[in-house]
């Protein structure tokens, strides 16, 4: 054994430790304690402001901690005969502790997939190794042997640095770097050299003349060089061969827009919405779709499987999807398709078991920097400016760009889900409407205690009040298309988009007080069922608009139609839709259609008939409403006690339709329904969502 020089003057190399300590330390206790947050809610890094603001923020304040700690600690640590190497690896180890605390703690809070759990423990368990080690090593036992002392301390302020690289590592593994945007991946890749380099210096420059350690740092490089080479974009080089048959389009995209009321997009009332229309002048249009459900969750799980909320019942806010269901990024990825599903919804968080069959799954949240000291730092600093830092829908589309020109080679299924005209509304500026005179309601309608008092008729708005909400809706609608837009300029700009298959559709509409309410999941109203739907074929072979009345249930079933894909054996709630347009297929019309999974006011169940009769019953109340669309198409007057004859037709078809479900969940072998336990920030973002109050 070599032992290692302790010739330096006293003066440079306490200096010299102590700004390597702090270096050190406040970069690998920033990083981890960032890291921890990228585990716990990776796709809000990865947007610029994101992991920027919060990563500075975090390193300010190991660095203050680690000043603070050298002037405190020093004069007692180097009584009991520590040397400046020593205290400068202690503090660190105890900043890298301090990093992984908080989050630890938070996230063990609640329930922990066993896969993050292990590495929590393992990073908790190589912690405390470490600072044992440190300990260890100011203890007069070690005292008089330097070669311990060194190699002991070289390990020490390199374990820290390396669960670092081992956490990004993991992190850049389960999140490939080549769909974030490039300033993330820039960050990211940062990251890696800085805390390689803290490694490589920390193993050499204590214990130069070990082989050994020459031999790790060798193994660290690989470890840096991998993800980041991984980063860049290497498409066109070398895409993976694909197994996607000759005769099916190379991609499928999906686009729903979030609360797309459809007669705000087509019709007189409609808000211009030139990237929509021009995506719709090349679609088969059905002008009569209703959504399965009039909220998010139960309506978009139905979207992307084809089956009914009776069948999937992830019909309230704790509870998720359930792991036996198909999703079409399943039947696709089944295909030999890449999947990627983009977008932001606090319902389709992957806790709620949304991300089933997708590659790559990115639904940040809004305004969501994690939980490292920076991000909740952030969030108290700038509580007025949070909105700006939301993760936007152009944050959103960016994303979904720059992996279609990343993977513009490869067959894939794209799913983009635009929250934006979704309460609250924040139009940015250039879409903002013109001030007005008659109303202030802008300055509070982002504040859901205004909404629930509004909703409770404790508030009474003004028309010109409603007014304006009506008009920061559509100005958000046109946010929306103008992002649109720009995922279908990529598209052609690429050669992609005459040869893809697209389906556009939203998961329902909006109320503005038709009939006494505000918002949506109250009611089974058409202002909140009525949504688009239209499917692009590839070469637009059939553009045509259909009248007839069908369920955004069959979006699903017919994507798998038109790409003839495999279907299981119990199909799904509701037919394919091709038949419609094409004379080829025949027609499968429903017998009727269905909505359920009302989230406020007690569940209700609709049936519409022969596209005229709107049935609606309440399930705790009994109460039963009968609409004639064709004569009051408004639905202001229930028909239920004249009809009554219409109503037993109803009720009869309900019923076969409760027990087809029942069936249904029975050949899928659904039984339990994966409750998730929401933690409380996945609460507090539903609650800033305007989802108050139910923990079910
Ligand atoms: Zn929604």
Same mark, same amino acid.
């Given at each position: 054994m070599t032992t290692a020089p302790e010739s330096q003057s006293q003066g440079g190399s306490q200096l010299g430790n102590f700004a390597a300590g702090l270096l050190a330390s406040s970069l690998c206790a920033a990083f981890l304690n960032l890291g921890m947050s990228a585990f716990d809610h990776p796709g809000a890094f990865r947007f610029f402001p994101a992991l920027f603001?919060?990563?500075?923020?975090?390193l300010g304040i190991f660095a203050g901690a680690y000043l603070l700690l050298w002037g405190v600690a020093t004069l007692p640590l180097r009584r009991l005969g520590a040397s400046s190497a020593s205290i400068a690896v202690a503090l660190g180890t105890f900043s890298s502790l301090l990093a992984l605390l908080w989050p630890v703690v938070a996230v063990l809070r609640r329930e922990v997939a066993w896969k993050s759990g292990l590495v929590l423990l393992a990073l908790v368990a190589l912690t405390l190794l470490t600072a044992s080690l440190a300990a260890l090593l100011l203890s007069d036992r070690w005292r008089g042997r330097p070669w311990v002392r060194s190699r002991a301390a070289a390990l020490i302020l390199a374990a820290p640095l390396g669960a670092a690289l081992a956490l990004l590592l993991a992190w850049c593994l389960a999140y490939p770097l080549s769909a974030s945007n490039a300033a993330a991946r820039l960050l990211v890749s940062g990251a890696f050299a800085l805390i390689g380099a803290g490694t490589i210096s920390a193993l050499l420059m204590l214990s130069a003349r070990l082989p050994v350690l020459r031999i790790l740092a060798g193994l660290f490089l690989l470890v840096i060089a991998s993800p980041v080479l991984e980063g860049?974009?290497?498409?066109?080089?070398?895409?993976?061969?694909?197994?996607?048959?000759?005769?099916?389009?190379?991609?499928?995209?999906?686009?729903?827009?979030?609360?797309?009321?459809?007669?705000?997009?087509?019709?007189?009332r409609a808000e211009p919405t030139p990237a929509v229309d021009s995506l719709l002048a090349d679609s088969v249009v059905f002008e009569n779709a209703r959504s399965a459900a009039p909220w998010t969750k139960p309506s978009v799980a139905t979207l992307l499987t084809g089956l009914s909320p009776l069948v999937h019942r992830a019909n309230s806010i704790g509870v998720g999807l359930p792991e036996e269901v198909k999703t079409v990024a399943e039947y696709m990825r089944g295909a030999g398709y890449h999947t990627v599903g983009i977008g932001l919804n606090e319902h389709l968080d992957p806790s709620f078991n949304f991300h089933q069959g997708f590659e790559l799954y990115q639904f940040p949240a809004r305004g969501d920097y994690g939980l490292s000291f920076g991000s909740m730092l952030l969030s108290r600093l700038r509580p007025n400016r949070y909105p700006d830092l939301f993760v936007s829908t152009e944050g959103i589309a960016d994303v979904a760009v720059d992996w279609v020109r990343s993977n513009r080679d490869k067959h894939f299924f794209l799913w983009m889900h635009i929250l934006d005209p979704h309460w609250p509304y924040w139009p940015p500026p250039a879409f903002a409407p013109p001030t007005r005179e008659d109303t202030s309601i802008d300055d509070f309608w982002g504040d859901w205690e205004t909404v629930t008092n509004v909703q409770a008729g404790n508030l009474k708005l003004s028309d010109g009040d409603k007014n304006r909400v009506r008009e920061l809706y559509r100005a958000e609608?046109?946010?929306?298309?103008?992002?649109?837009?720009?995922?279908?300029?990529?598209?052609?700009?690429?050669?992609?988009?005459?040869?893809?298959?697209?389906? +556009?559709?939203?998961?329902?509409?909006?109320?503005? *007080?038709?009939?006494?309410?505000?918002?949506?999941?109250?009611?089974? +109203?058409?202002?909140?069922?009525?949504?688009?739907?239209? +499917?692009?074929?590839?070469?637009?072979?059939?553009?045509?608009?259909?009248?007839?009345?069908?369920?955004?249930?069959?979006?699903?079933?017919?994507?798998?139609?038109?790409?003839?894909?495999?279907?299981?054996?119990?199909? +799904?709630?509701?037919?394919?839709?091709?038949?419609?347009?094409?004379?080829?297929?025949?027609?499968?019309?429903?017998?009727?259609?269905?909505?359920?999974?009302?989230?406020?006011?007690?569940?209700?169940?609709?049936?519409?008939?022969?596209?005229? *009769?709107?049935?609606?019953?309440?399930?705790?109340?009994?109460?039963?409403?009968?609409?004639?669309?064709?004569?009051?198409?408004?639905?202001?007057?229930?028909?239920?006690?004249?009809?009554?004859?219409?109503?037993?037709?109803?009720?009869?078809?309900?019923?076969?339709?409760?027990?087809?479900?029942d069936g249904l969940r029975r050949a899928l072998r659904i039984e339990d329904l994966p409750t998730v336990q929401l933690s409380e920030k996945l609460r507090a973002r539903l609650r800033a969502l305007g989802y108050a109050g139910s923990d079910q």
């Open positions: 603001l919060p990563l500075a923020l975090t860049f974009p290497n498409h066109g080089a070398n895409p993976p061969p694909s197994s996607v048959e000759d005769d099916r389009p190379q991609i499928v995209v999906l686009i729903t827009v979030d609360t797309l009321r459809l007669d705000f997009v087509e019709g007189e609608i046109r946010y929306a298309d103008s992002n649109i837009r720009r995922l279908l300029d990529a598209l052609k700009e690429l050669d992609l988009y005459d040869g893809a298959l697209i389906a +556009f559709s939203s998961d329902h509409g909006e109320e503005f *007080w038709e009939h006494g309410h505000y918002e949506h999941g109250h009611s089974l +109203f058409d202002e909140v069922l009525r949504v688009p739907l239209a +499917f692009k074929l590839p070469g637009s072979r059939f553009k045509t608009r259909i009248g007839a009345p069908v369920s955004t249930e069959s979006l699903t079933p017919t994507l798998v139609d038109l790409l003839g894909l495999e279907t299981q054996a119990h199909g +799904f709630s509701s037919p394919s839709l091709q038949g419609y347009w094409n004379p080829e297929v025949d027609p499968d019309p429903p017998e009727a259609l269905f909505a359920n999974g009302t989230y406020h006011y007690g569940e209700k169940i609709m049936v519409l008939l022969r596209g005229r *009769w709107k049935y609606v019953v309440e399930a705790d109340t009994g109460r039963r409403d009968l609409y004639d669309l064709l004569d009051d198409p408004g639905e202001l007057q229930s028909l239920a006690s004249s009809r009554q004859e219409v109503v037993a037709e109803a009720d009869t078809l309900l019923a076969k339709r409760i027990a087809s479900s």
